[in-house]
């Protein structure tokens, strides 16, 4: 195999626009503001708009902190958005959640995204086809905290030593539920399916999407901790009516009279699955997986 080069990585970034890279139009995107204050001395931070870019590629992809961080790495597509070359430094996955974090307790992550909205309904983007929800779980960071710690968390009280240190303040995950993930047991060489499925513990958050069924964009989305259902987040503003099409579809975790009827006075039509789960008492046939971290 032989080195790449720097013309093997302009002919690879050349085909990406050639097969349609949604990412490059938005690539150059960027609203005056102050160059970084570098008189403070230490390692540079890294870029705001950087950082707010990789926020828009998880967003557009509903990715995971690391799996954001492992992707940045391995796409040219992520590395050319971003503005970086094969050998910049990458923010890791800890870097992205403190970046979020910090946007979101200021309150100005939904008018940066906005103002990205903006950008693309400016370069012809219209959200066309319906709309399709779903949900995922994402893990948290994991956590080594005492079992003293762990027993202020679960009661709701900050340990007292945390109180006067803002910074392991600021650094710990306070938020976060654990639930179940069901996996279905895979079907065997012999063509059976075992009875029992898997339950696997996760300690995180869930993020709920409405992705445009035409371009795979999403549009709207809300963060809850892992343990909130799917199907009420549906009434919570998480439908897009900027879509030019009113079919929403979903799985049957959406499926309720409540968000039937909100649906239907709202003006959208329902094309949510209404299939039963293989799995009608998960409280039953069930196999418990390996705990995830801990906290």
Same mark, same amino acid.
């Given at each position: ?146 079992? !003293?710690?762990? $027993?202020?968390?679960?009661?709701? /009280?900050?340990? #007292?030593?945390?109180? %006067? =240190?803002?910074?392991?303040? @600021? ?52 963060? !809850?901790?892992? $343990?909130?259902?799917?199907?009420? /987040?549906?009434? #919570?503003?998480?439908? %897009? =009516?900027?879509?030019?099409? @009113? ?49």
């Amino acid at each position: 195999m032989k080195q790449s080069g720097f013309f093997d990585v302009e002919e690879r970034l050349a085909r990406l626009s050639g097969l349609g890279d949604q990412l490059e139009a938005f690539s150059r995107t960027e609203v005056f503001r102050p160059d970084s204050d570098g008189s403070k001395g230490g390692r540079p931070p890294f870029d705001p708009v950087l950082m707010f870019k990789i926020l828009v590629i998880q967003t557009l992809n509903n990715l995971s902190d690391e799996r954001t961080e492992y992707l940045i790495n391995d796409r040219l597509s992520f590395m050319r958005f971003l503005g970086l070359g094969l050998s910049d430094r990458v923010p890791d996955a800890k870097t992205v959640w403190l970046f979020r974090e910090h946007l979101t307790q200021e309150g100005v992550i939904e008018r940066l995204f906005d103002r990205f909205d903006a950008t693309l309904r400016n370069a012809g983007y219209l959200p066309m086809s319906g709309q399709i929800l779903d949900a995922a779980l994402v893990a948290a960071p994991e956590q080594r905290n005492t079992n !003293t710690e762990k $027993a202020d968390f679960w009661a709701g /009280r900050i340990p #007292e030593d945390w109180q %006067d =240190k803002p910074s392991k303040l @600021s650094h710990k995950d306070r938020h976060a539920r654990w639930t179940l993930k069901f996996t279905e047991a895979k079907r065997q060489d012999d063509g059976s399916v075992p009875a029992t499925d898997l339950a696997i513990p996760v300690d995180g958050y869930k993020s709920h999407v409405a992705i445009d069924r035409k371009f795979r964009f999403i549009r709207k989305w809300k963060t !809850t901790d892992a $343990a909130a259902s799917d199907g009420a /987040r549906l009434r #919570e503003a998480l439908l %897009d =009516k900027t879509n030019t099409a @009113s079919n929403v579809w979903a799985d049957t975790a959406y499926r309720s009279k409540a968000n039937e009827d909100f649906m239907e006075r709202q003006g959208f039509v329902s094309k949510v699955h209404t299939g039963r789960s293989r799995i009608s008492n998960p409280c039953r046939g069930i196999s418990s997986g390996p705990m995830q971290g801990s906290r």
